[in-house]
């Protein structure tokens, strides 16, 4: 190909042309969720960033091996190993068995992810699923002299291997600073240095999820499940890994370590990150009172929103920004993109009646290669955006008689629309039949409820738990809250 696809690696942090290792095969690793709640729009963001790269190098002709995780282990409630494990934490607060927490919150992460048209990975490997390759692993890196076993737990010996090799190579991180950082010497410590991260920890007594190891009952640290899988299934060295922005430090550094002490080199080629999203300029952040789940964007239903807005409005407002830059959600912004992604359809259906001519006055010719050039830089998605509108202004010309359009050039103008809009930016019609308005049936619950909220007020017990039984059994989960109520489908 003329202009052939360059990505930007953040290890190397430049744009380099993508040679796959095995071609025509690529493999790509992309660290998936945590299953502990529901998905919020900062899972959306690295799921469209991945799903664009994995359409467009099947749209290139590579045969993509796309191994996206769950962690459903060794996810601590605070950072530095300490803590409990939120998925346990969650089930023990419930009263759960730990994998019904998890098994829930897939299936919630699936349906939120179809809906907004990403595709499912070729493998979605469980954390959970994999203890025997990590505690084989852990085997290596101890036999390679590269960590330690204390109290029970191993940890990864990180000065010792800086020595040899370089930790913070991804992250640009000072590590002598890390190093050198005071901490209180109170004996306590299992860690020889505060920077050693845990690759095995042993189970506390009251702790539900852990497995046998030669150490101690107990559960692998969070960045090993992603080296473990990564090569389990990809091999060796594989091509791309990829996540968002604030995975490189710790959890995408320490992966480079575990893996250059287990294998001798790291396991991945290009490393590839998306930015963060932010709402209302601020960080997202359960302390905010900002953290917007996706279900919460579909229905409307938080207090920060303005209106329910469709998966397609939410993932074209993330593809009209560069996946390296960041993006600012506010009801405007979003409100714009729903405006200019109807547009887009708009034109694409007025594509679809235009009558050809013997001759094209306007020029479409070059659509094809705009575009490809485009995500060839680096999946540049917002320029890809600019063209396909650039397109419209030409559809409506030719729309309104001012302009003329050959056969020819309409069939390829039909054909290379289609294929960017549709099977690689990944929109598609919400409004067509198949897809329905969701709107007016919110309305109608919201307008029951309303009538129940009533019906309490007058302390009419018997219509208010009707109302609210009768919706339990359809599907809907009701809870009153200080200011009235709130409900979702369960
Ligand atoms: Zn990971």
């Not at 025509?24 to 469209?48: E, K, N, Q, S, W």
């Not at 000072?174 to 005071?182: F, G, K, M, Q």
């Not at 091509?239 to 490189?248: A, S």
């Not at 480079?256 to 963060?276: F, K, L, P, T």
Request: with cysteine.
């Amino acid at each position: 190909m003329e202009h052939p696809l360059h990505i930007y690696n953040t290890l190397t942090r430049r744009k380099e042309q993508f040679v796959p290792l095995h071609e025509p095969l690529v493999g790509m690793y992309v660290c998936g969720p945590t299953v502990y709640g529901d998905a919020h729009l900062g899972h959306a963001r690295p799921a469209i960033t991945f799903d664009i790269l994995f359409r467009y190098l099947r749209h290139l002709g590579y045969k993509v091996r796309y191994v996206r995780n769950i962690t459903d282990v060794g996810h601590l409630e605070h950072d530095a190993d300490e803590g409990e494990d939120k998925v346990a934490k969650k089930a023990r607060l419930e009263k759960l068995e730990p994998m019904e927490v998890v098994q829930y919150y897939v299936n919630r992460y699936h349906k939120a992810m179809e809906r907004l048209n990403v595709l499912p990975p070729s493998i979605e490997p469980f954390a959970s699923g994999h203890i025997i390759e990590q505690i084989e692993y852990i085997k290596e890196i101890l036999d390679h002299g590269y960590a330690y076993e204390s109290n029970g737990s191993v940890y990864f010996d990180v000065p010792k291997y800086n020595r040899d090799f370089h930790y913070g190579k991804l992250s640009g991180r000072n590590i002598d600073e890390l190093l050198s950082a005071t901490r209180q010497l109170d004996g306590q410590q299992e860690k020889h240095n505060p920077a050693d991260f845990a690759l095995w920890k042993k189970a506390a007594p009251e702790h539900i999820m852990h497995w046998p190891s030669p150490w101690s009952e107990g559960f692998p640290g969070w960045h090993l499940e992603c080296s473990t899988m990564g090569q389990k299934y990809l091999g060796e060295t594989f091509d791309i890994h990829g996540g968002g922005m604030d995975l490189i430090f710790p959890h995408h550094e320490c992966e480079i370590a575990q893996s250059v002490a287990h294998s001798g080199h790291d396991a991945v080629r290009y490393w590839m990150h998306n930015n963060m999203i932010t709402i209302n300029g601020q960080k997202m952040g359960k302390s905010l009172g900002n953290f917007i789940t996706l279900d919460e964007f579909f229905t409307g239903s938080h207090k920060l929103l303005s209106q329910a807005y469709s998966p397609m409005t939410i993932r074209f407002f993330i593809l009209q920004a560069h996946y390296g830059g960041t993006v600012d959600f506010s009801n405007e912004a979003l409100q714009a993109a729903q405006k200019a992604y109807e547009r887009m359809l708009d034109g694409w259906k007025r594509l679809n009646e235009l009558k050809p001519s013997e001759t094209s006055s306007v020029d479409v010719t070059d659509l094809d290669r705009k575009c490809h050039e485009a995500m060839n830089d680096d999946l540049n998605t917002p320029i890809v955006i600019a063209h396909l509108f650039e397109a419209c202004k030409a559809i409506n010309l030719v729309n309104d008689g001012k302009a003329t359009i050959s056969e020819a050039d309409l069939d390829q103008l039909k054909s290379t629309f289609s294929t960017f809009l549709f099977d690689i930016l990944g929109i598609y019609d919400e409004r067509e039949s198949g897809s329905v308005n969701l709107r007016p049936y919110e309305e109608a619950v919201d307008l029951l409820l309303e009538i129940r909220k009533d019906a309490k007020s007058r302390k009419d017990w018997a219509t208010s738990d009707l109302i609210r039984n009768r919706l339990a059994e359809i599907g809907f989960d009701v809870k009153d809250t200080k200011d009235g109520f709130e409900w979702k489908v369960k």
